[in-house]
Every structure is written in C-alpha cells, then in structure tokens.
C-alpha cells in the first residue's frame, strides 16, 4: 500500500513492472475425452518435468505448461507462461494445435 501511494500507480502497474514470464490466460476448451487428452499431452512433452499434482504440468527451462480438468464440465483448462511473448505464444499455439488434432 506504501508503494502505491508512493508512486501513484495501481497495483496493476506495479506488477506489470516486475513480471517475469509472459502468460496465456486460462485457455478453456470443451472435449470429450479428458483422460484421452493427458495421456497424448503428456507423451508429446514427455522430456519436460512432470508434476500430476491437480491435472497436469510440464516445464521446461524456458516455459510450462498447465492443464487441468474441470470438475464440473466437460472442459480443460490451459495455462501456459513463457519468458518471452513470442516463446509464449509459439508454444500456446503448438499446444492448442495438438490438443485439438
């Protein structure tokens, strides 16, 4: 609150200053077959770092990826960050075309 009354910036511009990854915003998508889904993610990425603690995450040096099943709908939740905005938007973009074919 200092800070902010400080500077006379929001909170908002505060953290955009001292972000570090570029994010994709949850990412929703509707499917079938969930299970289907993380089993062929996560033979795709399998030279990542997994972690199944609440659906999947794969990271890498340079970017993650999360994906998690709704427990109320038929849908997954996509969350990817990346250190750049271009890395960021190549590999939403892979994943997405992968998820989807």
């Known amino acids: 609150m200092n800070l902010m009354a400080g500077s006379g910036k929001k909170l908002s511009e505060l953290v ?12 929703n998508m509707e499917v079938s077959d969930t299970d289907a889904i993380f089993a062929k993610v996560k033979a795709a990425y399998a030279d990542g770092k997994l972690s199944e603690l609440d659906g999947i995450k794969i990271e890498y040096h340079d970017w ?38």
């Open 64 to 101: 993650w990826l999360s994906l998690r099943a709704s427990n109320t709908e038929p849908m997954l939740r996509l969350n990817l960050e990346a250190l750049t905005a271009e890395l960021m938007e190549q590999k939403r973009d892979e994943v997405l075309e992968f998820i989807r074919s």
């Open 16 to 27: 955009d200053s001292v972000r570090l990854y570029a994010h994709s915003g949850e990412i």
